[in-house]
């Protein structure tokens, strides 16, 4: 008996699977449907009873992975696993064209394809330069130099290295892993040293300027001047110079937050180094042409100089967002994130004036006009600060490992010092070398002035991508 129910059980499951798998004729009276409805279809697109990585998640490890609609299957290699699909159901960074078409596929995983790059931007960058105090003055009225009516201000008062310049800026990358969800990249940005200034000469002849350097008398309390060319007994020539220079360098983990086929936005965090650095110098050339008030011979010279140094260094932790999304060949992308850490500023003044007599030897005394032994030395303090940094870029992506770009970057420094800013225009003269000895207060003196940096504009670039 349990022979013949087990004989008969075995021919329903044979007859059910034969059932299954080649489909019954309609009964002649049952009228056709048309193509279109001829298969159940389930919400989302899903033919009844096919697999996708939608449902990954419900099947047994070591299932194989299907195809998407029109897509064929992963095949894996000899003696590989089965390759697993991303959502949508292809393998991550295989299936997605380059460049993305205008409707993302979904079954393309996570932008980009990539998994290393490199770039390469030229920078066009104008910076917000350093004020520069009144520092050189001339006068046609036979008046002092001073800082008063009637005398003219030559240069200073201004800004000055706040020019556009050239600069580059290389980045470069590598995701980790086919998913493309952690990754590294680090920069280097360089830009373009900025020197200028000015040269003022007057050559003591009667009928020229008096030329003049202005500075704020301690001792009387009223504006005063140092002589640089005086028409009938001293030539002399006064030259500015201001230099700044800018570089900066670091890391960043990059770690994804959501990305689609054409697009991703990504957190990125790391390390941030910048350093700026200025220069002031002031020179004075001076060459009696008869014998002075002062009792000076003809042919007496003085070369005296001033100088102002300052060196910007921040090292701080960065934290940010950047985002990147393909629009077939077009390429959109954003940056913005912010460092916080220390500014280690570092202002230097030195000064000197040589004297030499008409065939003797030179002397040289500490100082010069606005540096004294009052301010000249080294100083450096540490100070909180803040880097905020902004870039937008529009690319086209000329082949699938090539794009082209131009954008848009900013940089801001708070807490630096600039040489302009350590200028101190109050001088007791008795301390002009060489010192009279009769005392006086101790000015110039030197105090931490501190202000802010910024450096924006346009750049273009290229980057490679493989």
């Known amino acids: 008996m349990l022979v013949r129910k087990l004989g008969l059980l075995s021919f329903f499951l044979g007859a059910g699977a034969a059932n299954a798998q080649a489909p019954s004729a309609a ?59 991303a959502p949508g159901g292809a393998p991550c960074g295989e299936a997605c064209p380059q460049p993305c078409p205008e409707v993302c596929p979904t079954a393309c995983g996570c932008y980009p394809n990539s998994r290393v790059w490199a770039s390469a931007e030229w920078l066009y960058l104008a910076t917000s330069g350093q004020a520069l105090p009144p520092l050189v003055t001339a006068s046609t009225t036979g008046g002092t130099g001073a800082l008063v009516p009637g005398n003219t201000l030559v240069y200073g008062n201004q800004r000055v290295n706040n020019e556009f310049r050239n600069g580059l800026l290389v980045n470069a990358g590598i995701w980790f892993g086919d998913d493309r969800r952690f990754g590294l990249e680090g920069n280097f940005l360089y830009l373009g040293d900025s020197s200028e200034g000015v040269a003022v000469s007057g050559s003591g002849a009667p009928g020229t300027p008096l030329i003049a350097r202005p500075f704020f008398n301690a001792v009387t309390g009223l504006p005063d001047s140092q002589l640089v060319a005086v028409p009938g007994s001293l030539a002399g020539t006064v030259t500015v110079t201001g230099q700044n220079s800018f570089i900066g360098g670091g890391f960043n983990f990059l770690h994804n937050l959501c990305c689609s086929p054409c697009g991703r936005l990504d957190l990125i965090y790391g390390y941030q180094y910048f350093n700026l650095s200025d220069d002031v110098t002031i020179t004075e050339d001076l060459l009696t042409t008869t014998t002075t008030p002062g009792g000076l011979p003809a042919g007496f010279r003085f070369q005296i ?5 300052t060196d910007n260094s921040f090292n701080g932790g960065v934290i940010g967002l950047a985002a990147e999304r ?26 000197t004036t040589i004297a030499t007599p008409p065939g003797g030897a030179p002397t040289t005394g500490v100082g010069g006009l606005l540096t004294q032994t009052s301010n000249i030395g080294r100083y450096e303090q540490n100070e909180f600060a803040v880097a905020p940094m902004i870039g937008l870029k529009l690319g086209v992506q000329v082949t699938k490992h090539v794009m082209v770009f131009g954008g848009y970057n900013f940089i801001y420094l708070s807490n630096v010092a600039r040489a302009g800013d350590q200028i101190d225009l109050r001088v007791n003269p008795n301390l002009i070398p060489p010192p009279n000895g009769l005392g006086g207060p101790a000015v110039p003196a030197f105090a931490f002035r501190t202000t802010d940096f910024w450096a924006q504009g346009v750049s273009a670039g290229l980057r490679l991508s493989y």
Do not use: C, K, W
Not at 305 to 309: E, I, L, P, S, Y
């Open 305 to 309: 100089r001033d100088n102002f140094q």
């Open 27 to 85: 009964p002649a009276a049952y009228p056709s449907h048309p193509a279109a409805v001829q298969q159940r279809v389930m919400p989302g697109g899903y033919p009844q009873g096919a697999h996708s990585g939608r449902y990954s998640e419900y099947l047994p490890a070591g299932y194989p992975a299907q195809a998407a609609p029109g897509q064929p299957a992963p095949v894996a290699a000899p003696g590989q696993p089965a390759p697993v699909a």
């Open 326 to 351: 393909q629009f077939g060949a077009i390429v959109l992308g954003a940056r913005a994130a912010v460092a916080l850490g220390n500014m280690n500023q570092v202002v230097t003044i030195q000064g």
